[in-house]
């Protein structure tokens, strides 16, 4: 099914060209905060003092990540802002229609990849930041750049009808998906690593293992690479001179590595901050050449690291001024990544927030089990609030997140809408499956009832840890589960309004 998926949204698109410029993100972990820390810094671009100086355009940027939260539509956003639904289904009823006219007989996320762009092109927006759905290679969004009949017709005389991406990126690569993808992390590296175009850009993330990174340099090997030469980086390598008023010196790792920034989360800011400054070079927005301070008269462009791209800029104040202000961006996350909410709304009186993470795969669960060290220092036992797609091996997820003395409260998540094939592991074989984890207490198994658990664990909570010492609530397992909750928020807040 997966093979043909380029095909289908092929069809789904015909000859309709996709003149905006994307950036591509591919991976298995971090993809949605790297979008989102991407289309922060381009609404800094478009704020800084740098592009009214330069008598620079500003930049309309869309957004498409997957899957949805809440709302089906949810997932594309235009200019930070959800895009409405009015326009969505408008958009939407035309690609089905034609789905239904042509036999395509697309996927769902095909369906809603095809909606995504079109909206792209009826909002005329410049830059695309697209994350794939799954893999790449064959990923239903790497229709970007691909050519349509039109435009092979057109190519003679110069027309670029579906332009190549700006700049692609890859996350941390991890085991998911194995079986669409492949058993290892080579094969499914290979697959995220398909998004690569010839001649575009490529940044990825350092983190990964080494076959990971020797199978996107392979492929990257006539590509123009972004890298840091340091994992560390990027540092406070942007500090002005004393001559620089105290307010306009970089700040930004020094005032985050005293909060004890996660390593992933420096990861995943690094190849969002190079995807940035890259897009904007390759629309010769941001300077592409550099001095070196050795060899001040000689211009380069080589492949070399964006930390000596960004010193280089010696005699152009505005433009590390820009980049100052990207490493100075507020701390971004993405709904359901390490959030924190309020039960009180539910009616649940519990004064301590509440953590809520999908941590739908070992590499995510592995990334919340390091925030948490971090955050709780190991002093509690933690009630866990947990749902699993009926899919997944939860044995590993299980391993990583719980310790000793932890309960586990197991649900159901809902239908999800557009998604009718995906289903929700039993509550009671969470459980059974709980009780194999040493010294953890397997709680109860609640089904659907969302509500009923977030009550149950605050209840255990208190009876574990004291009225006056809550023991912490994790809310985990899958982003589907985010979803339910944050749907329960929000109805229980619009009920509050009246």
């Known amino acids: 099914m997966i093979e043909l998926g380029l ?4 069809r789904l698109l015909q000859d309709t060209p996709l003149p905006w410029r994307a950036v591509h993100v591919a991976g298995t972990n971090g993809k949605g905060s790297v979008c989102t820390q991407i289309s922060s810094m381009l609404d800094l671009y478009n704020d800084s003092n740098y592009r009214k100086e330069m008598n620079q355009p500003r930049l309309s940027h869309a957004r498409f990540m997957s899957p949805h939260l809440i709302d089906r539509w949810d997932c594309i956003t235009i200019n930070q802002k959800t895009v409405p639904f009015k326009l969505f289904d408008h958009i939407e009823r035309q690609v089905l229609k034609r789905n239904d006219r042509e036999g395509i007989d697309a996927s769902e996320f095909e369906l809603l990849t095809a909606t995504a762009f079109e909206i792209f092109n009826h909002e005329n927006v410049d830059i695309g930041v697209v994350e794939v759905g799954m893999g790449g290679r064959l990923d239903a969004t790497n229709i970007i750049a691909q050519m349509s009949a039109e435009s092979r017709q057109a190519e003679a005389g110069g027309m670029a009808v579906r332009a190549p991406p700006l700049v692609t990126a890859i996350t941390a690569v991890g085991l998911d998906h194995q079986g669409f993808l492949g058993n290892t992390l080579t094969e499914i590296a290979r697959q995220k690593a398909g998004i690569i175009k010839p001649g575009v850009p490529v940044v990825y993330d350092a983190s990964n293992n080494i076959e990971v ?32 008023p105290v307010d306009r010196r970089n700040h930004f790792w020094s005032h985050h590595e005293s909060q004890d920034l996660p390593i992933y989360y420096r990861d995943n800011f690094s190849v969002a901050f190079r995807a940035t400054l890259t897009a904007l070079q390759e629309l010769r927005l941001y300077p592409r050449e550099f001095k070196q301070k050795d060899k001040p008269d000689v211009a380069c462009y080589p492949r070399e690291s964006m930390s000596a791209m960004v010193e280089g800029l010696e005699d152009h104040l505005p433009a590390r001024e820009l980049a100052t202000a990207m490493l100075n961006m507020p701390l971004s996350t993405v709904p359901g990544r390490l959030q924190k909410i309020d039960l009180r709304t539910l009616g649940i009186p519990r004064e301590e ?50 310790r000793r003395g932890d309960t586990v409260i197991a649900v159901e998540f809902g239908p999800v809408d557009g998604m009718p094939w995906v289903e929700p592991m039993k509550s009671a074989d969470i459980v059974k499956t709980v009780k194999s984890v040493d010294g953890c207490n397997p709680g109860q198994a609640f089904g659907s009832d969302l509500l009923g658990a977030l009550r149950a664990a605050h209840e255990v909570s208190i009876q574990n840890g004291g009225l006056d010492h809550q023991l912490p609530i994790v809310i985990a397992g899958s982003l589907y589960l985010v979803a339910d909750v944050l749907r329960l928020l929000r109805a229980s807040e619009s009920k509050a309004k009246g």
Not at 7 to 10: A, E, F, G, P, V
Not at 217 to 240: F, T
Request: hydrophobic content about 45%.
């Open 213 to 244: 990174q020797d199978v996107i340099e392979a492929q990257a090997q006539d590509n123009r690479v972004v890298e840091w030469k340091s994992r560390s980086l990027p540092v406070a390598h942007l500090a002005y001179d004393s001559s620089t």
């Open 7 to 10: 095909q289908r949204i092929s």
């Open 353 to 402: 927030g509440v953590l809520l993470d999908g941590a739908h795969n070992p590499q995510a669960a592995k990334m919340l089990e390091m925030s948490l060290d971090r955050e709780m220092q190991n002093a509690d036992p933690i009630v866990w609030v947990l749902a699993f797609t009926s899919t997944k091996e939860v044995d590993d997820i299980l391993g990583i997140i719980l």
